[in-house]
């Protein structure tokens, strides 16, 4: 009695699981339907490489040096174990691989390093040699503010306007290639990109030079350079902040910028509020303000919105105060002489004083109070000075002058009447003396003729 020869055919599937993959492979299949498991078994062989593998050995092998565009090809084998048995089993096998080869896309993301928002410019490019293949892949962004994944078609214009519309942030890029293409194209394995896009830097506005008290509200948005209301807000009383002032503080003004959009934008400094310290200075009054023209006394040439101010003496009040030398005390009343020298000071009180200040002056109590000038009374000179003069002399002395006045009338009429007196004996005189020629004349022409 012999062993029988059993027959079978490779039309069975087993698997092998390996690299994260689960590959098919051809098995036997008895044509009795009959369980001979314990009379054979299968082993491996790899294209090029010597020697045979188990199952488990082929397994890790795979694992080692798969990849989809390098697959692991060679023989399953079947061999009869036991020789002595009542079957025989004839060796075979049939050729696997771990798939067809794929061909290999190359995919490059173009972005500028340190891309900033509102200025991405996001590139995308998916090559098989020279050929543009982006039409097989779909890429996937996550991160960021955005709230879940968004997906599209690798080729598409509103991938590259989505990404170059990002906001701020750090976000992942997965490239894949589409479904439809999956069997016969393949990204590799380094397809997720980390793209990081910077919040735009702005220039922080900076405070002007020379705001000074004028009378008015003060807005601080006049204050500052550089200052743009599309991407930037000021604090308002409503906001807890200041953002406009009247008066001359010592400790100034707290006013806060904020971006409006601080998730996308920031000050140079990093932060997308900054608050500023700013003052509104003294109004200055100058040595050069002084008017030293007149002969009724020195005054201060100021600006009409001040002189506003001194139309009521609660809010402003000047005063004057003139004396004959530097130590000596304000004089009650003053005439002015011409060509006199004295020492004149102006004092500011009221509400708004404390937003003066005198060159070189001081205050106290609230009350600003200019360094003494010296003032001198004009000389003045000329026909009208002259005729000034006079008038004032007569406004002074109207007695003397009226006492002149009538002495110079008696020394007029006078001199008419001794003019007459005068003038009547020239007359007389002169008849006399005429007659007598005359008659000398007649007598010395008779003779002659």
């Known amino acids: 009695i012999t062993a029988k020869s059993i027959k079978y055919d490779w039309t069975g599937t087993q698997t092998i699981s390996a690299a994260g993959q689960t590959f098919a492979c051809d098995a036997i299949e008895f044509e009795d339907g009959g369980d001979y498991s314990g009379f054979f078994e299968y082993y491996f062989t790899v294209d090029g490489v010597d020697g045979e ?5 082929l397994e890790a092998y795979i694992t080692e040096h798969w990849s989809e565009t390098e697959p692991v ?7 009869q174990t036991v020789t002595d048995g009542e079957v025989v089993i004839a060796g ?27 200025n991405v410019n996001f590139g995308f490019e998916v090559k098989r040699g020279s050929s543009d293949e982006r039409t097989r892949t779909e890429v996937r962004i996550s991160g960021g503010k955005l709230e879940e994944e968004v997906t599209f078609a690798g080729d598409s214009s509103e991938l590259t306007a989505f990404i170059n519309g990002l906001g701020a942030g750090e976000y992942r890029l997965r490239v894949s290639v589409a ?12 397809c997720d990109y980390k793209l990081i896009i910077a919040k735009k830097k702005v220039e922080l506005p ?27 807000t000021i604090l308002g009383e409503s906001d807890g902040g200041i953002d406009s002032g009247t008066d001359w503080r010592e400790q100034g003004y707290y006013t806060k910028i904020r971006l409006l959009d601080g998730d996308n934008y920031e000050f140079g400094e990093g932060v997308s509020e900054y608050e500023y310290n700013w003052h509104i200075g003294k109004f200055i009054i100058t040595e050069a303000m002084w008017n030293k023209s007149g002969k009724e006394g020195a005054y201060l040439d100021l600006p009409d919105w001040v002189k506003g101010l001194l139309r009521d003496s609660k809010v402003l009040k000047l005063e004057y105060s003139y004396y004959l030398d530097q130590y000596s005390a304000a004089l009650e009343s003053v005439e002015f002489v011409k060509g006199g020298t004295y020492y004149v000071e102006a004092k500011l009180s009221g509400s708004a004083a404390s937003n003066f200040a005198f060159e070189n002056g001081s205050e106290e109590d609230g009350v600003q109070t200019s360094a003494k000038t010296l003032y001198t009374v004009p000389k003045g000179g000329g026909a009208g000075e002259f005729f000034e003069d006079i008038g ?6 109207y007695w003397v002058v009226i006492v002149i006045g009538i002495g110079l009338l008696l020394l007029i009429l006078i001199i008419v009447l001794i003019s007459r007196r005068r003038r009547r004996a020239d007359d007389d005189y002169y008849d006399d003396d005429y007659d007598d020629d005359d008659d000398d004349e007649d007598e010395d022409y008779d003779d002659d003729y």
Do not use: H
Not at 92 to 118: D, H, M, Q
Not at 392 to 397: A, M, S
């Open 53 to 57: 593998f188990t199952k488990e050995e």
């Open 73 to 79: 090809s060679g023989k399953v084998w079947v061999r």
């Open 92 to 118: 075979s096998s049939r050729i696997f691989t771990t798939g067809a080869p794929k061909t290999e896309l190359t995919v490059a993301i173009n972005c500028e390093e340190n891309a900033e928002y509102g």
């Open 179 to 190: 479904e439809s293409s999956q069997s016969a194209y393949f990204v590799r394995g380094d």
């Open 206 to 232: 900076t405070l002007k030079e020379g705001i000074t008290y004028n009378g008015e509200v003060i807005y601080f948005k006049d204050c500052i350079e550089g200052y743009d209301d599309s991407i930037m």
């Open 392 to 397: 004032e002399f007569v406004k002074g002395n």
